[in-house]
């Protein structure tokens, strides 16, 4: 066995001195890459950088389907906004409970029913009567969809109270004004009359109600509800 060599072995992890290095023929100090050349932890670094690429691209696209699938899911989920299947629901309304003069508030169950859930939820109309017809009206703003408030005084329809004494109908959202048969105004920022509901007169007298359809500034008298008798 070579003692002599053993000796001059040093133990691994340890730093042999300065002298058995010089005695070894002087030891090279590590020596650094070439300028411009790639070292491992570089490739390490593009590899790092392309990952957060990807991941960035990826939360990016998951963010963008989560808005366009959001309006989806309100429509799926949120009763009113949900389709109701052409159903018609029962009021305890009359034709003659309306006039010509002003729209009057009312409340029903509407009936909802797309195929996989059936339920009442409530809804609140405004009425008026138009060349025989009832107009039922939405309350729904057609701008950004707040809830209209029409001139009422303790629950009774009053002249009209908006824009100088010429307008039924205040959206207080965005301030958008409608006259008695829900169209509005050229200033108003909503983009057409209330949308109107289709209705039919039972035997009985009772009025039901439908869906709803949209007007347009055009069409705001054409009604496809029949005539009262
Ligand atoms: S939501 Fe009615 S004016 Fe904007």
Same mark, same amino acid.
């Given at each position: 066995m070579d003692h002599e060599n053993e000796m001059d072995t040093p133990a691994s992890g340890q730093v042999p001195p300065k002298d058995a290095l010089d005695q070894a023929g002087g030891a090279q100090p590590p020596q650094l890459p070439p300028q411009g050349t790639q070292t491992v932890s570089g490739q390490r670094e593009v590899m790092s950088r392309r990952q957060f690429l990807t991941y960035a691209l990826g939360g990016t696209g998951a963010l963008m389907a989560t808005m366009v699938a959001s309006p989806l899911v309100v429509s799926a989920?949120?009763?009113?906004?949900?389709?109701?299947?052409?159903?018609?629901?029962?009021?305890?309304?009359?034709p003659s409970d309306f006039n010509e003069k002003l729209p009057t508030h009312v409340n029903y169950l509407q009936h909802i029913d797309d195929g996989w859930n059936s339920q009442d939820v409530s809804n609140d109309v405004y009425v008026i009567v138009y060349q025989k017809k009832l107009m039922i009206m939405s309350h729904v703003c057609t701008h950004l969809?707040?809830?209209?408030?029409?001139?009422?005084?303790?629950?009774?329809?009053?002249?009209?109270?908006?824009?100088?004494?010429?307008e039924w109908f205040f959206c207080p959202c965005h301030g958008s004004q409608y006259n008695i048969y829900g169209v509005q105004t050229p200033a108003s920022p909503?983009?057409?009359?209330?949308?109107?509901?289709?209705?039919?007169?039972?035997?009985?007298?009772?009025?039901?109600?439908?869906?709803?359809?949209?007007?347009?500034?055009?069409?705001?008298?054409?009604? $496809?509800? $029949?005539?009262?008798?």
């Amino acid at each position: 066995m070579d003692h002599e060599n053993e000796m001059d072995t040093p133990a691994s992890g340890q730093v042999p001195p300065k002298d058995a290095l010089d005695q070894a023929g002087g030891a090279q100090p590590p020596q650094l890459p070439p300028q411009g050349t790639q070292t491992v932890s570089g490739q390490r670094e593009v590899m790092s950088r392309r990952q957060f690429l990807t991941y960035a691209l990826g939360g990016t696209g998951a963010l963008m389907a989560t808005m366009v699938a959001s309006p989806l899911v309100v429509s799926a989920f949120d009763p009113l906004h949900r389709a109701s299947g052409g159903a018609f629901s029962k009021t305890n309304w009359k034709p003659s409970d309306f006039n010509e003069k002003l729209p009057t508030h009312v409340n029903y169950l509407q009936h909802i029913d797309d195929g996989w859930n059936s339920q009442d939820v409530s809804n609140d109309v405004y009425v008026i009567v138009y060349q025989k017809k009832l107009m039922i009206m939405s309350h729904v703003c057609t701008h950004l969809g707040c809830h209209v408030n029409g001139s009422t005084e303790n629950g009774k329809s009053v002249a009209p109270e908006y824009g100088n004494g010429k307008e039924w109908f205040f959206c207080p959202c965005h301030g958008s004004q409608y006259n008695i048969y829900g169209v509005q105004t050229p200033a108003s920022p909503a983009p057409r009359p209330l949308d109107l509901y289709y209705y039919h007169v039972n035997a009985d007298g009772y009025v039901e109600v439908g869906n709803n359809f949209q007007r347009s500034d055009a069409t705001w008298g054409n009604n $496809p509800n $029949p005539t009262l008798a």
